[in-house]
């Protein structure tokens, strides 16, 4: 069956009408799934449901981030347009300040930074509650959404508190500013690659791109072997569910413009659904989006526990999207490397 065309149109009456017609039609199709086929950003398709599945939130989100330890243990879910990861995560240990805010609990780590967040919305699932937020674009930053079979009564008491009262001002959907990079013309590949090779571990890379001015997908093009290579053009998703699939510990991470979340764990078995692939025997869900990956790089940097290598997507605005990294990968990555040189 072909998929239904809609105008662009963003009158609320209309979108409600042109959502319930999809889900009749399409009762497994996701919310950005459902925006795309519309015309709208996610964010907007949302905010049409507004008093009936959907409470718009407001106010200081350091405030908001501040009270969901009251939620304890929930679904945590990073996104872009090209893949999203979903994690179990005690939210007692979250630390706020005014500009972002950080969770470490064992191998997980969620750092947000609200400069980006730009809307939020308490939306209905099922039996479940999401708190979810997103960017200037309507794209999705960030859900937290309650366990399932959980009792939501924390949920909607932290909703009633930080509902936008009264008339709410339009989304005003625009686009990013993104920091200005360095030109590469004036930057020194010598000297980059010397400092990367003095690398102590390898989270210390992010400190040295930031300090030069550098996007992280400019370095690379700047270090070249034998510290990064650019990938032959294939599909990032088969890539990344073969290393998935073969590596023995695993890192994943994935970044949205205003939030990065990263997880480690030992894979059992790899089980695929029909959007993504889950980790059996753990709460690790990596679903892919609707938008494909432009560039695919292999990293190598320094660690104390030997050469940490990743496998590194990217978007054609240059923006990071998701990374697979671990003990194995590079031997991980040996058979769909050979498959897509050949």
């Known amino acids: 069956m072909n998929a239904p065309r809609f105008p662009v149109v963003t009158d609320p009456a209309y979108l409600l009408a042109a959502r319930q017609m999809l889900r009749q039609r399409e009762p497994g199709l996701r919310p950005l799934e459902a925006a795309q086929r519309l015309g709208v950003s996610e964010a907007e398709l949302i905010a049409a449901e507004s008093g009936r599945d959907a409470l718009r939130l ?15 243990t929930v679904e945590i879910e990073t996104a872009n347009a090209f893949a999203s990861l979903r994690r179990h995560m005690d939210l007692r240990g979250l630390r706020v300040d005014a500009r972002h805010a950080r969770l470490e609990t064992g191998s ?44 939501t009564q924390a949920f909607g008491a ?14 005003c959907i625009g686009r990013h500013d993104h920091a200005a990079f ?43 072997d034998p510290w990064a290579r650019r990938l032959p053009s294939t599909d990032a998703r088969q890539v990344l569910e073969h290393a998935w699939e073969n590596a023995e510990l695993i890192q994943v991470t994935v970044s949205s413009a205003g939030a990065l979340q990263r997880t480690v764990y ?16 753990e709460d690790v869900y990596l679903m892919w989006g ?3 990956a432009t560039a695919l790089w292999q990293v190598r940097t320094p660690d104390p526990r030997g050469t940490c290598t990743t496998v590194e997507a990217f978007d ?24 897509a040189e050949a």
């Open 290 to 292: 609707t938008s494909p």
């Open 316 to 339: 054609a605005s240059e923006r990071a999207l998701a990374s697979l990294g671990g003990t194995t990968i590079a031997a991980a990555l040996t058979m769909p490397m050979a498959l």
């Open 108 to 151: 997980d780590v969620l750092r947000l930074r609200f400069a980006h967040w730009h809307s939020g919305f308490a939306v209905r699932e099922g039996e479940r509650v999401a708190l979810r937020f997103f960017d200037r674009r309507g794209s999705a930053v960030l859900s937290v959404r309650s366990l399932p079979g959980a009792d």
């Open 182 to 224: 360095w030109p590469a013309s004036t930057l020194d590949a010598g000297w980059l690659r010397a400092r990367w090779a003095q690398l102590t571990q390898a989270s210390l890379a992010t400190t040295l791109l930031r300090s030069c001015g550098l996007g992280r997908q400019q370095a690379l093009r700047l270090l070249g």
């Open 58 to 72: 407001g106010g200081n989100w350091a405030r908001l981030l501040r009270a969901l330890p009251t939620l304890g």
């Open 266 to 281: 030992c894979p059992k078995s790899l089980r695929r659904q029909r959007c993504g692939i889950a980790a059996d025997g």
């Open 158 to 171: 932290l909703c009633s508190r930080y509902a936008l009262r009264g008339r709410a001002q339009p989304l």
